[in-house]
């Protein structure tokens, strides 16, 4: 499955549209998830942002071995992208850590 966070864009043809972190983090959990597609500002930060499914990711590599999908970011915040992008280094360093250990 391929899973698209985003508040506004249109979904691509192929893509399983998400609203907030807490859908796009069960689906995952679920382990059903082959990509996901971030955007960062989803219009109500109370409820969460695109890089909370980046921290959710990382903590379940770090802590429980999970194996993370392939990862876009589609945010047009430049700063918040760099950070996403920080954050799936981040993951990829853990899972390369993992397959040396």
Do not use: C, Q
Request: no cysteine.
């Amino acid at each position: 499955m391929k899973v698209y966070l985003d508040d506004e864009r249109s979904t691509p043809e192929g893509w399983t549209r998400v609203y907030w972190p807490d859908e796009a983090v069960a689906i995952l959990a679920a382990g059903e998830v082959a990509e996901i597609s971030l955007d960062h500002d989803l219009g109500d930060d109370e409820r969460g942002i695109g890089y909370d499914v980046i921290l959710w990711i990382e903590e379940a590599v770090a802590l429980r071995g999970f194996s993370p999908p392939i990862i876009f970011v589609h945010s047009a915040n430049s700063s918040a992208r760099e950070k996403m992008e920080a954050g799936i280094a981040a993951i990829r360093r853990l899972v390369i850590e993992r397959k040396v250990s």
